[in-house]
């Protein structure tokens, strides 16, 4: 394509026929004032700031409307344009709040960078301030259209970019026009599809995101995408509830994949801290994104193995002690850095938690079992009953970097009389031997001590071990229990029991059998500083709460060998530098639960992700860990009006997954908050090195 030569301030250009004076002057750095225009929308001349001087033609014309010709030689900086913009500037200023230090917008404001460029002053200004009412009742938007420039950049947006058309020039009751929603209308009345695509091109604080809906952060990709941002391992959430709408769903799995090598464990057992984050929830409900995961994962048919990347083999190699979410990560991501990695395990099962821990009623053991078979197909060596009684052996078999991985695998008894009986167990014992085959009767009364999810899985486990009479009983009130609402909710609809704001004295009983918890009822509680429980009991509240089997839930612990030396925090956890790097030594690194206490499967995938990547840099290597399992897809901008959107209801399961109709009519509720990361940030004068 010929190019057109055109002279700007004696600037020559060649530049491509039909684009704007303004595109081609602002791609080249040279700065043309401009409000109303955006990089992404179509062009209305609206705010005539971008007004030039073009020379053999009289008329001054806007630069943002006016194309490119052979042979132009225009003027960007008259003395008659300076006056024209200030004018016009003055104009928007008259209708527009005074007090810039309240606006979120406050120092990235395109309106204020304009002001100092064009060196306004509102002091001799006749002012007509608006005096509308700041709208806080939409989901997710704050609206002052007092500080509204009337620039039509959000409507343009909104019909032009997205197709939706909610928002337009409106008269308002004393005949002045002003941008606002059809017909004055709510934004869910008018079908919105709450993209944010008019909050992004806004360019005062006249449209704002409600406060606490985005936590800010230096990654635009994290920040305006909270589902991504709130996920450990930073999964690409929009992309592949997108594939699944869309049918792709051998790239919704390779999308997942990308970060975690458990995606069907994950779709079951996630903390989900996704769909707590998701906007849609401020609508009606948050998208169910943990069921979305499974769905994909039950479709896998592997085709993301194609384009696995595994690196050179380096000769290093790697020991992982324990064989959970963590250490199996850890092994897969460091196998595919090229080294050879062995995992020591002494249960006799891999997957930690994943197939001890947590009961097959809620983590089939097909699924994990499946996962693990592909972290061994990738090279991993998984030596399950092998108990690492020396690190040192170890050393001296040749291994060049040592990772624990050892979660926290042994339960709190608290030190009460009786804790000892035969029938009182851990949690993590109790849920190990049932895991395993190996759990006696527990009889028809079965007490568990504690409030969070494990004191829930041992409750429902006992039921499903043919107890009657279950009880939860724990400190917490209802209210303040750190279980979660789902676990809870399930737990409830099973038939157990909960005695909340109890504590316990002793576990009564004789020749080494308990037969119940004797218990008072408290009416408040709180912690010193120095973190020592201080409790107030209800008077003569003392009862015994009957029971054949008492199961502590009340926390857990790394359970670490002392032949190992290795430094230990409060808690008993691994003591480290970085949350990686055990302290004092060069060789021996640390990771998951053992380090932090108990959090979720999520978050040991991502400091398995973590460690893989540090002892990779460690062996003298780059430790890039990330892969890519399919392509990247454009998504269409256009969205396109939907009645009804905002209506429809998190789709439920049937027979605890969705069939293909549900999973694509939920990832249908998705409200795209990645395409407003499409959008184009506008540069600031300051920006241009030409100004």
């Excluded at 009889?443 to 494990?454: A, D, H, R, S």
Aim: glycine share 8%; charged share 30%; hydrophobic share 35%.
């Amino acid at each position: 394509m010929e190019t057109v030569s055109i002279t700007i301030d004696g600037y020559s250009l060649e530049v491509d026929p039909g684009k704007s004076i303004l595109s081609a002057a602002l791609e080249a750095d040279l700065y043309i004032p401009h409000l109303c225009h955006h990089p992404d929308l179509p062009d209305a001349g609206e705010c005539r700031l971008c007004v030039v001087e073009i020379e053999g033609r009289g008329e001054i014309k806007t630069s943002c409307t006016t194309q490119v010709e052979d042979g132009m030689v225009i003027h960007t900086k008259t003395e008659k344009l300076n006056a024209m913009r200030r004018l016009s500037m003055e104009l928007m200023l008259a209708n527009h709040v005074d007090d810039c230090t309240t606006c979120p917008k406050y120092l990235k404001c395109e309106l204020q960078s304009l002001i100092q460029y064009l060196e306004v002053s509102t002091s001799r200004l006749r002012r007509t301030l608006n005096s509308v009412p700041v709208n806080t009742e939409n989901p997710l938007f704050v609206r002052d259209l007092n500080r509204c420039v009337s620039c039509g950049r959000c409507v343009r947006a909104c019909k032009e970019l997205r197709g939706v058309d909610v928002l337009n020039y409106e008269m308002t009751e004393d005949d002045r026009v002003m941008v606002d929603v059809k017909n004055h209308h709510t934004m869910a009345e008018e079908n919105c599809r709450f993209c944010g695509a008019c909050v992004e091109v806004c360019p005062t604080g006249a449209l704002q995101d409600k406060e606490g809906v985005f936590k800010p952060n230096l990654n635009r990709d994290l920040e305006l995408i909270p589902c991504k941002a709130e996920c450990p391992i930073h999964t690409d959430v929009p992309k592949y509830v997108r594939a699944i709408k869309e049918g792709r769903y051998q790239d919704a799995i390779a999308t997942i994949r990308e970060k975690a090598p458990f995606p069907h464990s994950l779709g079951y057992v996630c903390m989900a801290f996704c769909e707590s984050a998701c906007r849609r929830k401020e609508i009606n409900q948050s998208l169910s994104i943990r069921e979305l995961k499974k769905f994909a994962a039950a479709k896998d048919e592997g085709i993301w193995r194609e384009h696995v990347t595994y690196k050179p083999k380096t000769g290093k190699r790697v020991a992982v002690i324990g064989s959970g979410p963590a250490g199996l990560t850890a092994a897969y991501y460091l196998t595919k850095l090229g080294h050879e990695v062995t995992v020591f395990e002494r249960s006799p099962v891999a997957g930690g938690m994943l197939s001890t821990g947590i009961p097959k009623y809620r983590l089939p053991r097909e699924a994990v079992q499946a996962e693990i078979l592909e972290i061994e197909r990738a090279g991993v060596t998984i030596l399950t009953n092998t108990k690492v009684e020396s690190l040192e052996d170890l050393k001296s078999k040749g291994f060049d970097k040592i990772l624990l991985a050892v979660g926290a695998g042994k339960g709190n008894r608290l030190p009460i009389e009786g804790a000892d009986y035969s029938n009182v167990y851990e949690n993590i014992e109790f849920l190990e031997r049932a895991a395993l085959g190996n759990s006696e009767s527990v009889g028809e009364k079965v007490v568990v001590l504690g409030g969070g999810n494990v004191a829930f899985d041992c409750a429902r486990q006992a039921l499903r071990l043919g107890a009657k009479d279950v009880v939860i009983a724990c400190l917490e009130s209802r209210e303040a229990m750190t279980a979660s609402e789902e676990e809870i909710s399930e737990g409830l609809k099973e038939g157990i029991r909960l005695m909340n704001g109890r504590t316990f004295l002793s576990i009564e009983g004789s020749e080494n059998e308990g037969t119940g918890v004797k218990c008072q009822e408290v009416s408040s509680f709180t912690f010193d500083e120095s973190g020592k429980l201080q409790l107030e009991v209800k008077p003569d509240s003392e009862h015994v709460i009957k029971a054949d089997t008492i199961i502590f839930a009340a926390g857990q612990k790394p359970e670490l060998s002392k032949q190992w030396d290795v430094p230990v925090k409060k808690g008993n956890l691994i003591d480290t530098d970085d949350e990686i790097r055990v302290k004092g030594r060069e060789d021996l690194f640390a990771a998951g639960d053992a380090v932090y206490g108990t959090h979720s499967v999520v978050q040991a995938i991502a400091a398995g992700r973590k460690a893989a990547s540090f002892i990779g840099q460690e062996l003298n290597g780059d430790g890039y860990i990330e892969d890519k399992l399919t392509k990247d897809v454009t998504p269409n901008p256009f969205l396109g009006r939907s009645e009804g959107f905002l209506e429809v209801e998190r789709q439920g399961c049937v027979d605890s997954c969705y069939k293909e109709s549900a999973a694509c009519g939920e990832a249908g509720r998705c409200l795209q908050c990645d395409l407003r990361t499409q959008i184009t940030r506008p540069k600031l004068w300051i920006h241009y090195k030409i100004k």
